[in-house]
């Protein structure tokens, strides 16, 4: 039978520290909370939890003014989100989770298992933002992104082309066609969020490196090897130095699960097993 039909997405609004959040839920079995990349949306999780549906529940959300979620007036940023994802952990009382983050997502999902240590056993990171040594460089590009993104919130006309080519670096494989065609045509709408969210990539407070060394669960790398934005290597030390965690590489840009859908299911099969067993309930 198609996975697809197999496991459809039941798609719900919910109500998460005041704010409407559209969330796609799918599966049966333990709990794994997906976390996308800025300007995605939940619907980058469609096609895993199509596969692995019949293994786990997926929960994944739009974040605000991403996907079906509307906008509001907190500026997007990784402590922002991980308090939205602890939100709805705790509206859904959702205990001995996964985590799964992607980008802005991974540094959302490092905060909220350090804030709620008792809901969260596992942590998949994937191309996870705020690992990355903070220099000069760094914060002037980020600044710079930012930059560009307010400049097509105010009407760029050239910025749909010029973000179509930004996007067939950042997702290059043929496997995720699917999902970056309709990220570049969603390019507008998200062009306010990503400016906010590029904004916060360089203050102080988006290195989180600290808040990883802190925690006390076991964490899987799942990483891009043609990332150019977050490189694996300015990541690897942090990565290898990670008490017990585990490190998968893939021939892919800024999402694995997306660009090597085979890979990366063999990698978080395998990972989720090897988790100590605990009880693992679904949302009511």
Same mark, same amino acid.
């Given at each position: ?80 989100? @991980? ?196 009880? @693992?309930?679904?949302?009511?």
């Amino acid at each position: 039978m198609d996975a697809a039909i197999s496991h459809p997405a039941l798609v719900q609004t919910l109500e998460v520290c005041g704010l409407p959040l559209v969330v796609r839920r799918s599966g049966t079995g333990p709990v794994v909370v997906c976390l996308h990349a800025t300007g995605h949306g939940a619907r980058d999780f469609d096609r895993l939890a199509q596969r692995r549906g019949g293994a786990f529940t997926f929960i994944a959300l739009d974040w605000p003014g991403q996907g079906d979620s509307p906008r509001e007036a907190e500026p997007a940023s990784a402590g922002r989100y @991980a308090a939205l994802v602890g939100g709805l952990l705790e509206a859904l009382d959702l205990r001995d989770v996964i985590l799964l983050g992607n980008s802005i997502g991974g540094a959302a999902a490092i905060l909220c298992a350090a804030n709620h240590a008792d809901r969260v056993r596992g942590l998949v990171l994937c191309n996870s933002g705020g690992l990355i040594p903070p220099n000069l460089f760094i914060r002037m590009f980020c600044r710079h992104m930012a930059r560009r993104f307010e400049k097509a919130a105010s009407g760029d006309a050239g910025f749909p082309v010029w973000f179509r080519r930004y996007y067939q670096q950042v997702l290059p494989r043929p496997e995720a066609a699917w999902r970056r065609e309709e990220i570049v045509a969603g390019c507008e709408k998200a062009a306010p969020v990503l400016a906010e969210a590029w904004r916060s990539f360089a203050e102080p407070d988006a290195d989180i490196r600290p808040v990883l060394r802190g925690l006390r669960i076991p964490i899987l790398f799942a990483w891009g090897l043609r990332d150019r934005i977050l490189p694996w290597f300015l990541v690897r030390g942090l990565a290898r130095r990670t008490p017990g965690a585990r490190i998968a590489l893939f021939d892919a840009g800024h999402a694995a699960f997306l660009e090597t859908p085979e890979a990366f299911d063999a990698a978080f099969m395998d990972f989720a097993r090897s988790l100590p067993e605990r009880e @693992a309930r679904a949302p009511a």
